[in-house]
């Protein structure tokens, strides 16, 4: 992905990093800790495996997402968020779901949160169940 040289403001190149359908939601699947290709394929409705790949370069080109390799075989990789940028772009992804979830509690469309066992209250702030 290339970045833009000209900018009005910072907030224009972390939208520019994040934008689109996939990243913000495989930065949030990542905040459970490491995971294979096929693992994030799986938890990740609807995402094909080359758009996946294409996404997770890109996040890894921008410090949010490390990839690791293991000896052996088969191959095996693995993916995480950094500590650093990727843990801080992972706190306003999770902001985003809030508020996500805060409209679907306001428009009364809870059964789409509990079927995906997202645990909600009266003010919509979600938690995981286990």
Known sequence: MKIREDYTCPLEIAHDIMKGKWKPIILFQLQFGSSSLSGLERSIAGISQKMLLQQLKELQEFGLVDKTSFDGYPLRVEYALT???????????????????????EQGRTDFLDRKGIVYSKEGCPQKSG
């Open 83 to 105: 500590q650093d940028r990727g843990r801080r772009m992972l706190e306003s992804v999770r902001i985003m779901q809030q508020i996500g979830v805060d409209i679907m509690v």
